[in-house]
């Protein structure tokens, strides 16, 4: 089952999708999207998570720039306008409006009160953010592009962390990507994979880029991250 509700905050609202488990009570995992919106592929996501025992919430963080962006990469119009959303974006306000949408999936019929994040490409980087800042019980990260310019706030990462890196990620350089290595090395918590000859938004479904064995590796270890840290 799937619907969407209304987060409340104070200098507005937005929708948020939620995917619901077949068995409740059950861990909620905040799911971050990409610069193309909540989107199918977002929505899949879901309905994926919901199918593993979760419920699976994804919040609308472009409402203040244009609510219902719903956008895929198979064209270079959508993927502009992906674009010139993503770099209008306000890192903070997406932040507040992470941290409400956790309070109000605590609240939500059948929720236990664990709490995941899963982030892609700009909802990686948002995760990593909202993770060093307001914490959870779990996070993952699938490419999150602009990371290393965050990395003085690795050390505030105290939850369990897991990201994934494609080694040829056009927008994370290796350079990027082995800071980001370096950054969390000595923390217990925090996990990095890369995968060899992948590129950004490997995992996508349907993208350009989507590479189906690298995207069954980082999916598995990501379902048993969350076995192990939520259920």
């Not at 919106?37 to 199918?51: K, P």
Request: net charge negative; with cysteine; glycine share 8%.
């Amino acid at each position: 089952m799937s619907q969407y509700i209304t987060v409340e905050i104070q200098d507005g609202s937005f929708q948020t999708y939620v995917a619901f488990p077949d068995v409740l009570p059950a861990p909620t995992i905040v799911v971050i999207q990409e610069i193309l919106g909540v989107n199918a592929d977002i929505r899949d996501t879901c309905h994926e998570l919901a199918s593993q025992g979760y419920i699976a919430v994804s919040p609308d963080l472009f409402w203040r720039l244009e609510p219902g962006v719903d956008l895929s990469d198979q064209s270079e119009a959508e993927w502009q306008k992906g674009v010139a959303l993503y770099t209008a974006f306000d890192y903070d306000a997406g932040v507040a409006d992470i941290a409400a949408t956790i309070e109000t999936a605590r609240s939500l019929p059948g929720a236990n009160g664990k709490i995941g994040l899963l982030g892609y490409c700009l909802g990686g980087l948002m995760t990593f953010i909202t993770t060093a800042r307001k914490g959870a019980d779990a996070s993952v990260v699938y490419y999150g592009g602009n990371t290393e310019k965050y990395l003085d706030e690795a050390t505030d990462i105290k939850n369990p962390l897991l990201i994934h890196l494609g080694e040829e990620d056009e927008y994370i350089s290796k350079e990027a990507q082995a800071a980001i290595i370096a950054a969390l090395k000595d923390n217990a918590a925090a996990q990095v994979f890369t995968y060899p000859g992948r590129r950004h938004a490997f995992a996508r479904h349907r993208g350009q880029h989507y590479d189906k064995d690298a995207a069954a590796l980082a999916n598995g270890r990501t379902a048993d991250f969350f076995q192990l840290h939520l259920i």
